[in-house]
């Protein structure tokens, strides 16, 4: 039996998260083995993600001017090549064919390369999902490219772990058969006649008021109410400027307060825990696995169900996260006494699977809001910018904020979130007025 088009496009998704977490997993021994301290690994990484923040926008724009088949096709090379590299330039720095910085240098390259193609994955799977599933399938199509994320954060982490025990090298290969597989199954994804439904609105207005032109040239005042129409009707196509600003910022708190959680926890489970760095390190990925096993069922059972609406979605999200960071912060203040450790750790179990579904809700929801009435894969490429920027704000409270405040600041990066929600409603309201107003004058 074919994997249905959505499965195929998840898969693609899918290594993204792989090829994120895999690597972050293999940072101890990549460390142990080359040379590189773990601040120049960590600025590599920094330096391929923060390079979506150019790349996001602009693969968005490019899968609804040419297609996002040719957008994915291309995030699928630049994953490929740019493993390749970083495997290759490891491999000859051992066999002793590049120096210390010569390997420095090809791994930064590997490092762009991958920002600057791999950005526009998630967009243009998104997009393209979106065009085979207008109308009322745009939840379950959106959700269909979440769960796909979230599988490869839940396999990377696991699979990079198992392999690793073959060879350092090992978790490379298994990104790249990955990748190659995705490209075998790209073909089955059917391209439709036009990717974004917003363009197509615009050509059938442009078409009428040339048809209007030649019937009525001699009547300037039809002319002029025309015009009139056509402008309320391009402004219907348009997200709302307030409504936009809000959405995308959405997007920046809710990446920050989850990188944030990502990296107040170790900190938080030694101090409550009274554990050390490795313990600390193992209790980070079951709570991980955990997170993203939550993630992936609500993805599946409630979005891709659509048993819920997107503003919903997005209401139930932001409280879910705003909980489960509360529970978290309060779980790291308590002092651990005899025979409670196994109750703090399902607290902090509990309080990452609240904020791992509450993720899951709402970024579909605020995703689908936001690319109801604009190019679909511009807008998807801005909200992947706002990610992006969210994970590099979270970097630099990391360099200025002990880490013990981090859960902290990202309890108030999930209340920022869902105080916005009410603002986006109002600036969608505010434009079905203006649109009104138009239509009226017309």
Not at 243 to 251: D, T
Not at 396 to 417: E, F, H, N, T
Request: hydrophobic letters at 55%; a positive charge.
């Amino acid at each position: 039996m074919p994997l249905p088009p959505l499965w195929r496009l998840g898969a693609c998704a899918a290594l993204l998260g792989l090829g994120q977490n895999g690597l972050l997993v293999m940072l101890p021994l990549l460390v142990a083995h080359f040379g590189l301290p773990l601040s120049q690994w960590a600025g590599l990484i920094l330096l391929g993600s923060m390079l979506f923040l150019v790349g996001s926008p602009f693969w968005g724009g490019v899968a609804d001017r040419r297609g996002a088949r040719l957008v994915v096709v291309q995030a699928l090379l630049g994953y490929l090549l740019s493993f390749t590299l970083i495997a290759a330039a490891l491999w000859a720095s051992v066999a002793g064919l590049l120096a210390p910085m010569a390997m420095l240098v090809v791994l930064a390259v590997a490092r762009v390369l991958y920002g600057l193609t791999v950005s526009g994955m998630v967009p243009a799977c998104q997009q393209w999902a979106l065009a085979l599933h207008p109308g009322g399938e745009r939840l379950p199509a959106l959700a269909a490219i979440s769960a796909g994320l979230s599988s490869g954060r839940l396999l990377g982490p696991l699979l990079a772990a198992a392999s690793l025990s073959l060879s350092v090298y090992a978790p490379f290969a298994l990104m790249l058969v990955a990748g190659l597989l995705a490209l075998l199954l790209l073909p089955g994804v059917p391209q439709p006649a036009r990717d974004t439904g917003a363009l197509d609105g615009d050509a059938l207005d442009n078409r009428a008021l040339d048809k209007n032109a030649l019937d009525k040239r001699a009547i300037d005042s039809d002319t002029r109410h025309s015009a009139a129409a056509h402008s309320s009707q391009g402004l219907a196509h348009r997200l709302p400027p307030r409504s936009n600003l809000a959405y995308l910022a959405m997007a920046l708190l809710l990446a920050m307060s989850v990188s944030l959680m990502q990296l107040g926890l170790p900190a938080s489970l030694q101090q409550a825990l009274a554990i050390d760095a490795t313990r600390a390190g193992h209790w980070m990925g079951v709570l991980l696995s955990l997170g993203a096993v939550g993630a992936l069922t609500t993805q599946v059972g409630v979005v891709r169900a659509r048993r819920l609406e997107s503003r919903a979605l997005l209401v139930l999200g932001a409280v879910g996260l705003a909980l489960g960071y509360a529970l978290l912060a309060a779980t790291a203040t308590f002092t651990l006494t005899p025979g409670l450790s196994i109750g703090l750790g399902l607290l902090f179990a509990l309080g990452v699977v609240l904020a791992s579904t509450g993720a899951a809700l709402a970024v579909p929801g605020y995703t689908e809001a936001a690319t109801r009435h604009q190019a679909q894969g511009t807008s998807a490429g801005l909200l992947s910018m706002a990610h992006t920027l969210g994970y590099g704000l979270a970097a630099l409270c990391v360099s200025l904020i002990d880490p013990g405040r981090l859960l902290p600041l990202a309890l108030m990066a999930a209340i920022a979130l869902l105080l916005l929600i009410p603002l986006a409603r109002r600036g969608r309201r505010g434009a079905r007025t203006a649109i009104a107003r138009h239509g009226g004058h017309s």
